[in-house]
């Protein structure tokens, strides 16, 4: 009797894990697209002009999604707009489905770390200068093309650097003008210029989270809507 009440329960939760407290299916399984993996991470915000929303992620075991954890966030002070058609400069979050390429920080990386992580040194830039050769790229040091006012020094942000996951944004095959320098960090002092940042202690966790092997990527949207996150 008591094996059977025990049965029954670990049933409902993991139906609960499943498909959500009021019987939905968890947000993974309604998007359009979620990079392949059997790990994600979304990002969703209420609408289009917010500047906070929920970053969660989660792991797919046996075909299914599992919300592996969650934390308020923040995205860029003008909110949200669309990444194939963003513009520099508008301190705005990029909507869409990227892949994460690489791990960085000031701080040393987070016991149990398996992704590739960079360590920021004094000589570490990000080069966001349209003109550069290294445009949205990481440089060390800054190469003559990329005029340091058009560069984030990445040591200038120490508690928002700590700790980053880069965020293919405009990366592979970088559009000028478009956008540069998007990342998962650590929270500063309130909106970002577009990245999606996270409490220091939840950045941690989602670095011991994330495998490179299971291939994570990020879905960045709103709840429903033109921007809505299951659009991607």
């Not at 993991?14 to 979304?42: F, K, N, Y």
């Not at 869409?96 to 398996?114: D, E, K, Q, R, S």
């Not at 800054?142 to 560069?151: I, Q, R, T, V």
């Amino acid at each position: 009797m008591l094996r059977t009440a025990f049965l029954a329960a670990s049933l409902i939760v993991t139906s609960l894990l499943v498909q959500g407290p009021h019987g939905d299916p968890p947000l993974p399984a309604l998007l359009a697209d979620t990079g392949g993996g059997s790990q994600l991470i979304t990002a969703v915000a209420p609408a289009p002009g917010s500047t906070t929303g929920r970053l969660t992620w989660w792991d797919r075991w046996a075909g299914r999604w599992y919300e592996a954890g969650s934390a308020p966030a923040r995205f860029g002070a003008n909110g949200l707009t669309e990444g194939g058609t963003r513009t520099q400069g508008t301190n705005t979050t990029p909507a869409g489905l990227y892949a994460l390429p690489y791990a960085f920080g000031i701080a040393h990386a987070p016991a149990g770390t398996a992704y590739r992580y960079r360590r920021v040194t004094p000589d570490s830039w990000w080069c966001q200068d349209n003109g550069s050769e290294s445009y949205n790229r990481w440089v060390e040091p800054l190469p003559a093309d990329c005029a340091p006012g058009e560069a984030e020094h990445l040591t200038t942000y120490a508690k928002q650097y700590a700790h980053a996951l880069v965020i293919a944004f405009n990366y592979e095959h970088p559009v000028r003008g478009r956008g540069a320098g998007i990342f998962l960090h650590v929270n500063g002092k309130g909106a970002t210029a577009g990245c999606v940042s996270v409490p220091e202690d939840a950045m941690r966790a989602v670095l011991r989270w994330a495998n490179p092997r299971r291939s994570p990527h990020i879905a960045i949207g709103t709840e429903s809507g033109r921007l809505a996150v299951t659009r991607y």
